[in-house]
C-alpha cells in the first residue's frame, strides 16, 4: 500500500531570506552599522567644527590683547544700559584734509552704576575716540570691516581709564594696573553706532 506524502512537512529546510516580503538578516545588520557610521562622522564633525571655533576665538583675543572683539561676554544683570555720546564731526586723515566723518557712537555698558563710572572719563574717552577717527581715511570708513575695527578700537579705546585697552595708555591721573583686569570687571561690553556720514 503506498503512502501519501504529508502535505504539513516541508520538503526542504528554507532561509529566513527566501520567504517573500521579509529581508535578509545580514542586510538589517548592514544598515545598523552604516547608521553607527554616520553618527560617528556626524559627532567627529560637530566636534571638529567646535574645536576649531574656539580656537579661532582664542586667536582673536590674543590679538586684541586679551580682550575680545567688541563685546565682552558676560551674564547680563538686566535690561541692557546704553550710553550715547555726542555726534563727532572729525576730519579724516586723507590727503588734502578735505573728507570729513561725522560719528554717532552709544556705549553699551554693563549697568546703570558702569555708566555713571564711564561718565566720569567722558571727556577723556571722547579725545581718545576724536584721536582714532581722525586716524583713519574715507576709503577705511567706507568698509565694512573698516567699520568694526574702529568699533573694537574705540571700545579698547574706551576702556583705558578702567585698565582694560592698551598697556601704558592710561590717562593722565589714571593708575596703571599691574595685573590685567577681568573682562567681567570692565564697565563697557560694546560699541554701536548710532549714525556714520563720510563726506
Do not use: C
Amino acid at each position: 500500500m503506498a503512502t501519501k506524502p504529508d502535505a504539513a512537512k516541508p520538503d526542504a529546510v528554507k532561509l529566513d531570506a527566501d520567504e517573500p516580503g521579509k529581508k535578509p538578516v545580514w542586510r538589517k545588520k548592514m544598515l545598523i552599522i552604516v547608521i553607527a557610521g554616520v553618527m560617528v562622522l556626524v559627532s567627529a564633525g560637530g566636534g571638529a567644527f567646535f574645536f576649531i571655533s574656539k580656537k579661532r576665538a582664542a586667536a582673536a583675543v590674543e590679538g586684541t590683547g586679551g580682550t575680545s572683539a567688541v563685546a565682552v561676554e558676560a551674564a547680563p544683570k538686566g535690561p541692557p544700559v546704553y550710553l550715547p555720546l555726542d555726534n563727532m564731526v572729525v576730519n579724516l586723515a586723507d590727503p588734502g584734509g578735505e573728507k570729513v566723518a561725522q560719528v554717532g557712537i552709544t556705549l553699551q555698558v554693563v549697568d546703570a552704576h558702569a555708566s555713571e563710572s564711564v561718565k566720569a572719563y567722558l571727556p577723556s574717552i571722547r579725545s581718545g575716540v576724536l584721536m582714532l577717527i581722525s586716524q583713519r581715511t574715507a576709503a577705511e570708513l567706507l568698509t565694512q570691516e573698516g567699520k568694526q575695527k574702529l568699533a573694537k578700537d574705540i571700545w579698547r579705546e574706551t576702556l583705558i581709564p578702567f585698565g582694560g585697552g592698551e598697556a601704558g595708555a592710561a590717562p593722565a591721573g589714571v593708575k596703571k594696573k599691574a595685573a590685567k583686569v577681568a573682562q567681567a570687571d570692565l564697565p563697557v561690553v560694546g560699541v554701536l553706532f548710532s549714525s556714520f556720514i563720510v563726506q
